[in-house]
């Protein structure tokens, strides 16, 4: 199957990058920490404005612009804590705006978002509370007052939504919890995907004149076969398969004959983006990310795929995401962007073969200040294959001070290449940073994911292990100068790491962590819902006894180096009792914090600018006096 990736130009630039380049510039904290300009932008179906989201401390805000003149159309802010994450377009001129609360910079959503309708112009607003339980199955385009909108509660249901009035009229039902449709190119049930029951089999539906046939029926996280759209000729339909929890293939799939034609895999890694055709009948290009961005093209004759094949091609250096597509195919709107640039949007014209620049992200970021991401493959202790990314300062390479730095979640989530601003500091300060996707992260398919369920204090602490081990062997790290990092779930390993291993590390840094396992099923966000106390009893040790003994509080005698502890007073995904919980411990045992950091305004991760700027003052301070210039 052809296909066309980046890995070439980007591997060559991340040498040279290594190889070449004289030491980095000390920047300015907050250049690293200031809003970007804009998170994302989405393009109308004419292709005559776009709307993009703007953060602005404690919320994201919306402005519409008509893109011939950049001209303001309309603006929408619904408020403190209210973030506008994303848009949909439903006709030329009117879009939904999903509206979710949010209370700090690592949190994910907390309850259900609400949706809202409007024109670009900010007329004709309505308003769905907790409409985010609806999400779009088809933008029908032919009626352009109404769309397809599905809904589960005891059962999945199909609606026709008028996207002027609200209101809502039943089309199809199936018999599944947190269920879903798809439909072929005629707009008619097909498929149905869901739930039997909370916390059962996730379970794939055939619909055969006025019955549900069981297609496929496994245990959430292990094999899925799961149609995704119907093919062109309105007959065979792709399906996202997984035999055995690896990652998923694209196949296409007869439904009489069951014969299937495979059109995309890749060995390592999920896909992570569908390239459609501008009418959406067509998949032109499938995106993975294993270790560089890149695409595999399904379609590579279609004269749409040859342009998005051609505009991979005019960013060297760069990765480019795709964001959209005029009804047309005449506009295609792109982000560029690479692991020391944090991107800018284009918007290129197929009938001019021109890319018109539309916007940067963070303008005052200048690419060659910053230090190069590569990445990296290893194997774990038992042979279990691991990947990540090392980023190095600018000019410098060898035996060099480490810092580990393990991301949130820790399950569904991943480290990517790209722009990181707190890794991109830490390097800017002369520090390498290690991010390692860790058994349990997510897009390695279900069963390198299900590895890491109730071993988040062990198998995966041990994964971040053999990372530094690798680094240092490579000549990289120097081993008697090495630290962790890390915020949410991060911030556990960064503490349980020091449990696992304390002789392995000079200091470690806790922000917003979770450092008891036991209080998870008790205090914040999570067991207040039933989804979320399944969560936890499906990720975490049942035994109390093991629950302790992966826990950092509850291990506060081997943990006998400097600590540096953050957290936000608001903080409702990772409340402070965690946190105080840790310090109280570590205060009895004769090691208190050495920094303590307790901003009572600030929830799961910081949003004001000067308390930003003060944290990671605070850190750098901390890091050089530990394995910087100063420890030396």
């Known amino acids: 199957m052809p296909r066309l990736f980046l890995l070439a130009a980007l591997c060559g630039a991340l040498l040279l990058s290594w190889a070449g380049a004289s030491a980095a510039e000390r920047l300015p904290v907050g250049d690293f920490f200031k809003d970007p300009e804009f998170r994302s932008v989405s393009l109308s179906?004419?292709?005559?404005?776009?709307?993009?989201?703007?953060?602005?401390?404690?919320?994201?805000?919306?402005?519409?612009?008509?893109?011939?003149?950049?001209?303001?159309?309309?603006?929408?802010?619904?408020?403190?804590?209210?973030?506008?994450?994303?848009?949909?377009?439903?006709?030329?001129?009117?879009?939904?705006?999903?509206?979710?609360?949010?209370?700090?910079?690592?949190?994910?959503?907390?309850?259900?978002?609400?949706?809202?309708?409007?024109?670009?112009?900010?007329?004709?607003?309505?308003?769905?509370?907790?409409?985010?339980?609806?999400?779009?199955?088809?933008?029908?385009?032919?009626?352009?007052?109404?769309?397809?909108?599905?809904?589960?509660?005891?059962?999945?249901?199909?609606?026709?939504?008028?996207?002027?009035?609200?209101?809502?009229?039943?089309?199809?039902?199936?018999?599944?919890?947190?269920?879903?449709?798809?439909l072929d190119h005629a707009g008619k049930v097909r498929y149905a995907i869901g739930q039997k029951t909370e916390g059962g089999d996730f379970v794939t539906l055939r619909r055969d004149g006025e019955d549900w046939t069981t297609v496929h029926s496994a245990p959430m996280g292990e094999s899925v076969r799961r149609p995704l759209m119907f093919a062109k000729d309105g007959e065979r339909v792709i399906f996202s398969i997984s035999d055995e929890g690896e990652p998923v293939r694209l196949a296409l799939v007869d439904p009489q004959t069951g014969e299937e034609t495979l059109l995309a895999r890749n060995?390592?890694?999920?896909?992570?983006?569908?390239?459609?055709?501008?009418?959406?009948?067509?998949?032109?290009?499938?995106?993975?990310?294993?270790?560089?961005?890149?695409?595999?093209?399904?379609?590579?004759?279609?004269?749409?795929?040859?342009?998005?094949?051609?505009?991979?091609?005019?960013?060297?250096?760069?990765?480019?995401?795709?964001?959209?597509?005029?009804?047309?195919?005449?506009?295609?709107?792109?982000?560029?962007?690479?692991?020391?640039?944090?991107?800018?949007?284009?918007?290129?014209?197929?009938?001019?073969?021109?890319?018109?620049?539309?916007?940067?992200?963070?303008?005052?970021?200048?690419?060659?200040?910053?230090?190069?991401?590569?990445?990296?493959?290893?194997?774990?202790?038992?042979?279990?294959?691991?990947?990540?990314?090392?980023?190095?300062?600018?000019?410098?390479?060898?035996?060099?001070?480490?810092?580990?730095?393990?991301?949130?979640?820790p399950h569904g989530v991943r480290d990517e290449w790209g722009f990181d601003p707190q890794v991109q500091f830490l390097a800017n300060r002369g520090y390498a940073v290690l991010q390692i996707n860790f058994r349990g992260s997510g897009g390695y398919g279900n069963a390198f994911e299900r590895k890491g369920y109730r071993n988040w204090g062990t198998t995966m602490i041990d994964d971040m292990t053999d990372a530094v081990d690798w680094t240092v062997a490579q000549g990289i790290a120097d081993p008697k100068r090495i630290c962790t990092y890390g915020a949410s779930y991060g911030g556990f390993g960064a503490l349980q790491s020091?449990?696992?291993?304390?002789?392995?590390?000079?200091?470690?840094?806790?922000?917003?962590?979770?450092?008891?396992?036991?209080?998870?099923?008790?205090?914040?966000?999570?067991?207040?819902?039933?989804?979320?106390?399944?969560?936890?009893?499906?990720?975490?040790?049942?035994?109390?006894?093991?629950?302790?003994?992966?826990?950092?509080?509850?291990?506060?005698?081997?943990?006998?180096?400097?600590?540096?502890?953050?957290?936000?007073?608001?903080?409702?995904?990772?409340?402070?009792?965690?946190?105080?919980?840790?310090?109280?411990g570590l205060a009895k045992a004769g090691n208190p914090p050495e920094v303590d950091i307790l901003e009572p305004k600030e929830a799961h991760g910081f949003y004001d600018f000067d308390n930003k700027v003060r944290l990671y003052t605070a850190m750098e301070a901390f890091l050089d006096q530990h394995i910087g210039p100063s420890a030396r």
Request: proline share 7%; charged share 25%.
């Open 45 to 182: 179906p004419s292709g005559t404005y776009i709307t993009v989201s703007v953060p602005r401390a404690d919320r994201t805000v919306l402005a519409a612009f008509r893109v011939r003149d950049m001209k303001l159309i309309g603006k929408w802010d619904q408020g403190e804590n209210r973030h506008i994450d994303r848009v949909r377009w439903v006709n030329d001129d009117r879009f939904i705006l999903y509206v979710t609360r949010k209370t700090g910079a690592f949190d994910f959503r907390v309850g259900t978002p609400d949706l809202y309708l409007s024109d670009v112009d900010g007329a004709k607003r309505i308003h769905i509370p907790n409409g985010g339980t609806y999400s779009i199955v088809d933008v029908t385009w032919d009626e352009p007052d109404t769309i397809l909108v599905q809904r589960s509660v005891d059962s999945a249901y199909l609606f026709k939504l008028n996207v002027y009035t609200g209101k809502l009229n039943t089309v199809a039902t199936a018999p599944l919890r947190f269920g879903g449709f798809v």
């Open 267 to 409: 060995a390592n890694v999920d896909a992570t983006a569908m390239l459609m055709s501008s009418d959406e009948t067509e998949l032109l290009a499938v995106g993975y990310q294993d270790g560089l961005p890149g695409y595999e093209f399904v379609t590579p004759d279609h004269p749409e795929s040859k342009a998005l094949a051609g505009l991979l091609n005019a960013f060297p250096d760069h990765a480019v995401s795709f964001s959209g597509m005029s009804r047309d195919g005449r506009f295609i709107l792109l982000r560029r962007y690479s692991d020391v640039d944090p991107g800018a949007y284009f918007l290129f014209d197929r009938k001019s073969g021109e890319a018109r620049f539309l916007l940067a992200s963070m303008d005052w970021i200048d690419p060659a200040k910053m230090s190069p991401t590569r990445p990296i493959s290893l194997t774990a202790r038992d042979g279990t294959p691991l990947h990540g990314y090392l980023t190095v300062p600018r000019g410098e390479g060898r035996n060099l001070p480490l810092i580990l730095h393990p991301h949130g979640g």
């Open 498 to 584: 020091v449990v696992r291993n304390p002789e392995k590390y000079r200091c470690t840094i806790g922000y917003v962590g979770v450092y008891s396992l036991p209080m998870m099923f008790t205090k914040g966000d999570i067991p207040q819902t039933k989804s979320g106390v399944a969560y936890l009893k499906r990720v975490q040790p049942e035994a109390l006894a093991e629950q302790q003994a992966q826990s950092p509080a509850f291990n506060i005698d081997k943990i006998r180096i400097p600590v540096m502890l953050v957290q936000g007073g608001k903080d409702e995904r990772v409340p402070p009792s965690q946190y105080r919980l840790l310090k109280d």
